[in-house]
């Protein structure tokens, strides 16, 4: 069957870095997707990865190994509003998207 | 976990003709589902929010004629294109809100695995 795993919740300090893992499994690979969702708000676009290696986009980074189905969002120099839910999700062979459960982030002072 | 489906999940189609599409939330009540469409390599676009029993919520610049909502059900919601053109072609992908009943209401969006609609 077709899995996407990451974690569950995770907590980290205002200023610090945090690293979200997502792993998966599925038939076919046609990309990897970060999104970011604020509570009762619709799900915003934070990464693509489709290639191996690193993608930066400001304080946001999203790295992809496709030989170990893994992936990770890292964010830098957390804010208060960094607060939110993030979600892995993969296009498979058939173009459908596989979503991972997201993982509740949260941040303290 | 919570299960939404969408039916179908490809569909090709000739211009003129319109396409249902259902979102069906399968073990919970829903009584939010989002609607939205996404072309390849980019971000989901928010098309409307529709609510149960009450019409839907279009977002700016998509076309309420054009792109039917019907939120009849708890566990049913369903987008209609009708005439559709080449250019309607696109991933469309609904998620649903649970609702948790009694003290509060679950934010949690559930997202179904999306529909590929091809208009010739």
């Known amino acids: 069957g077709q899995n996407i795993d990451q974690p569950t919740e995770m907590t980290a300090t205002e200023g610090a870095i945090v690293q979200i893992n997502c792993t998966y499994q599925?038939?076919?690979?046609?990309?990897l997707f970060w999104y970011q969702q604020h509570a009762g708000e619709a799900p915003t676009f934070l990464s693509y990865?489709?290639l191996d290696g690193l993608e930066e986009k400001g304080r946001f980074s999203s790295f992809l190994s496709r030989s170990k189905g893994y992936s990770y969002l890292l964010l830098k120099e957390l804010q208060m509003k960094d607060s939110a839910s993030y979600l892995c999700?993969?296009?498979?062979?058939?173009?459908?998207?596989?979503w991972g459960a997201g993982t509740k982030l949260i941040i303290k002072p | 976990g919570a299960v939404v489906s969408q039916h179908p999940s490809r569909v090709i189609c000739k211009s003129g003709t319109s396409v249902k599409i259902e979102c069906r939330s399968l073990?919970?009540?829903?009584?939010?589902m989002f609607w939205y469409r996404q072309f390849p390599k980019q971000s989901l676009m928010l098309m409307a929010t529709?609510?149960?029993?009450?019409?839907?919520?279009?977002e700016q610049g998509v076309e309420k004629d054009k792109f039917l909502i019907n939120h009849a059900s708890l566990t049913l919601s369903t987008l209609t294109v009708t005439s559709a053109h080449p250019e309607d072609s696109s991933f469309y992908i609904c998620?649903?809100?649970?609702?948790?009943?009694?003290?509060?209401?679950?934010?949690?969006?559930?997202f179904g695995p999306g529909t590929r609609l091809l208009v010739l």
């Open positions: 998620s649903a809100r649970q609702f948790a009943g009694g003290m509060s209401i679950q934010e949690t969006q559930y």
């Open positions: 073990d919970f009540q829903a009584t939010t």
């Open positions: 529709s609510n149960e029993g009450s019409k839907a919520t279009y």
């Open positions: 599925t038939s076919g690979f046609n990309g």
């Open positions: 990865n489709v």
């Open positions: 999700a993969v296009m498979d062979s058939n173009y459908q998207l596989i």
